[in-house]
T-cell receptor, first 113, second 112 residues
Framework: DVKVTQSSRYLVKRTGEKVFLECVQD?????MFWYRQDPGLGLRLIYF???????EKGDIPEGYSVSREKKERFSLILESASTNQTSMYLC????????????FGPGTRLTVL | KNQVEQSPQSLIILEGKNCTLQ??????????LRWYKQDTGRGPVSLTI?????NTKSNGRYTATLDADTKQSSLHITASQLSDSASYIC???????????FGRGTQLTVWP
């Protein structure tokens, strides 16, 4: 059974803080993704990675960075959190080949005050 | 511009009734289309995947259809249950670089 876990379900941070969101998958997937989900906007891709130490910008990378030091772990970093980064953050993973079904984690609801 | 549009934005039905959700897309070239169900407070979970050559696919009470010519898909839910209350997201995969395009979802509420 595929499992994607995220380090926190709820997180409250202050403006200007550095924030780390961690994601771990246990299916040996090559691809990992970070999305944010906002009401009325759906899921938007922030960054993705198709291999260790590789990263690619998605549609809305501004204000974010990522790190993938190990295959199973993909971290999203907010260098200086701002109130407009208050959102639900979803991590996903998939195999590089095949039908590319993405398996999602439960999400982290981040509030920046 | 590659887009995925879902309708309606929200829907309320009574338990036991059927409903149909719509997804129109302009993604080209097209690889596959997937419907996800997202329960409140959880990540999306795949319900069905359809490729270019498939017209209909069922998963229990969920039946997805695809018309690749008109670039339309629907998700039909039969004999709805309270547990069907969720957001249903249509995701289209383009065959160029495998890019995914997400619809904004339809929020379904099933009332007893």
């Amino acid at each position: 059974d595929v499992k994607v876990t995220q380090s926190s379900r709820y997180l409250v941070k202050r403006t200007g803080e550095k924030v780390f969101l961690e994601c771990v998958q246990d299916m040996d997937h090559e691809n990992m993704f970070w999305y944010r989900q906002d009401p009325g906007l759906g899921l938007r891709l922030i960054y993705f990675s198709y291999d260790v130490k590789m990263k690619e910008k998605g549609d809305i990378p501004e204000g974010y960075s990522v790190s993938r030091e190990k295959k199973e772990r993909f971290s999203l970093i907010l260098e200086s959190a701002s109130t407009n980064q208050t959102s639900m953050y979803l991590c996903a993973s998939s195999f590089f080949r095949g039908n590319n079904e993405q398996f999602f984690g439960p999400g982290t609801r981040l509030t920046v005050l | 511009k590659n887009q995925v549009e879902q309708s309606p934005q929200s829907l309320i039905i009574l338990e036991g009734k059927n409903c149909t959700l719509q997804c129109n897309y302009t993604v080209s070239p097209f690889s596959n289309l997937r419907w996800y169900k997202q329960d409140t407070g959880r990540g999306p979970v795949s319900l069905t995947i359809m490729t270019f050559s498939e017209n209909t696919k069922s998963n229990g009470r969920y039946t997805a259809t695809l018309d690749a010519d008109t670039k339309q898909s629907s998700l039909h839910i039969t004999a709805s249950q309270l547990s069907d209350s969720a957001s249903y997201i249509c995701v289209v995969r383009g065959s160029t670089l495998g890019r995914l395009y997400f619809g904004r979802g339809t929020q379904l509420t099933v009332w007893p």
